[in-house]
């Protein structure tokens, strides 16, 4: 079983929707990041999460530590938020050398 | 700041050629990384950087070299390119990973995709 879980893997989803996008994870973990990676691009970190919740502009993040689950969500979605969003964890101890383990990403489409 | 620059954005290797792939920061960060991007697959850690003159092992270090020789750059080297290297890499820096700064936010750059053939 992976240690940190996105779901869904693929959305499609009409403009103006209000997404979610769901992280599960099974370790101790310090803190959760939100990644954004548009097609053909690099990736941006959007959120740093260690506890309750950021917003940032249409974005919202949201994190529970004793369920292990963090979600993010999108307001009044729009094409330009199409892109791959990645879920990572840094681990209190283990996963990379880093400490970071990464969901496999979930691949979100908007259409007009 | 340009953040995290990395070259090329493209190549093609044969199987047995060599490559280097540049990354540079201009954020005076400690913590530097290389990860490969496979799909299906999350990101998988190759080899990092505490600080100039520390290179360590990540997930996936087989077939790769990397130095650091300067805070600025973290380069990674193929040694013998295989198809299995067939990837897009990123290379990512953060300010540091000691004390309060293990979770400073992430910096990737643009990635580099490599076709092995």
């Known amino acids: 079983k992976n240690e940190v879980e996105q779901s869904p893997q693929n959305l499609t989803a009409q403009e103006g929707e209000f997404i979610t996008i769901n992280c599960s994870y099974s370790?101790?973990?310090?803190?959760l990041h939100w990644l954004q990676q548009h097609p053909g691009g690099g990736i941006v970190s959007l959120f740093m999460?260690?506890?309750g919740k950021k917003k940032h502009g249409r974005l919202i993040a949201t994190i529970n530590i004793q369920e292990k689950h963090s979600s993010l969500h999108i307001t009044a979605s729009h094409p330009r938020d199409s892109a791959v969003y990645i879920c990572?964890?840094?681990?209190?101890?283990?996963?990379?050398?880093?400490?970071?383990?990464f969901g496999k990403g979930t691949h979100l489409i908007i259409q007009p | 700041n340009a953040g995290v620059t990395q070259t090329p954005k493209f190549q093609v290797l044969k199987t047995g050629q060599s490559m280097t792939l540049q990354c540079a920061q201009d954020?005076?960060?400690?913590?530097m990384s290389w990860y490969r991007q496979d799909p299906g697959m999350g990101l998988r850690l190759i080899h990092y950087?505490?600080?100039?003159?520390?290179?360590d092992q990540g997930e996936v270090p087989n077939g790769y070299n990397v130095s650091r020789s300067t805070t600025e750059d973290f380069p990674l080297r193929l040694l013998s390119a295989a198809p299995s290297q067939t990837s897009v890499y990123f290379c990512?820096?953060?300010?540091?990973?000691?004390?309060?700064?293990?979770?400073?936010?992430?910096?990737f750059g643009n990635g580099t995709r490599l076709t092995v053939t």
């Open positions: 990512a820096s953060s300010y540091s990973l000691q004390g309060s700064s293990y979770n400073s936010p992430l910096h």
């Open positions: 370790v101790g973990i310090s803190a």
């Open positions: 999460l260690s506890s």
């Open positions: 990572a964890v840094r681990r209190h101890s283990g996963g990379g050398a880093d400490g970071l383990t």
């Open positions: 954020m005076n960060h400690e913590y």
């Open positions: 950087s505490v600080g100039a003159g520390i290179t």
